[in-house]
């Protein structure tokens, strides 16, 4: 069971992808501002976070950011979800490999799905190789 933040201020998206993804076998939390989610990102270790970028406090970027800086929890893979799309090439420009995809309000239940999955095996990949990067220096 994965562990996923859910980081939105609007509780019928909250709701909508907390009832997909516990279908699903995963353990949901969810935020409603940005603060909340960083509390939360320092309190409990998470395999994943959905963030919006339209947060009433601090703006998602921000709430990415500080997951990428923390070096605890900047293994945690995050996925952005915004409602304007026209935004994403500068978004991406900003964060740079801070995040691993982008979903476009409204979310589908099908690309929800396919972006965690992708989420958990590109997390799953660099974990392999920073294995094998270790072991390999540990044995030269």
Do not use: Y
């Amino acid at each position: 069971m994965k562990k996923i933040l859910i980081v939105d201020d609007e509780e019928s998206i909250q709701e909508m992808l907390r009832r997909v993804l516990e279908h699903d076998g995963h353990l949901v939390i969810t935020a409603g501002k940005g603060q909340t989610a960083l509390q939360w990102l320092r309190e409990t270790r998470l395999d994943l976070a959905i963030v919006d970028l339209g947060l009433p406090d601090i703006n998602g970027m921000e709430v990415c950011r500080a997951i990428k800086e923390d070096p605890r929890t900047r293994c945690i893979p995050v996925i952005i979800l915004t409602g304007d799309s026209s935004n994403e090439a500068r978004i991406a420009g900003n964060l740079g490999n801070s995040v691993e995809l982008f979903l476009n309000k409204p979310v589908s239940i099908d690309d929800l799905k396919k972006a965690v999955a992708l989420s958990f095996e590109k997390a799953d990949k660099k974990k392999l190789l920073l294995r094998s990067s270790v072991r390999s220096r540990l044995e030269n």
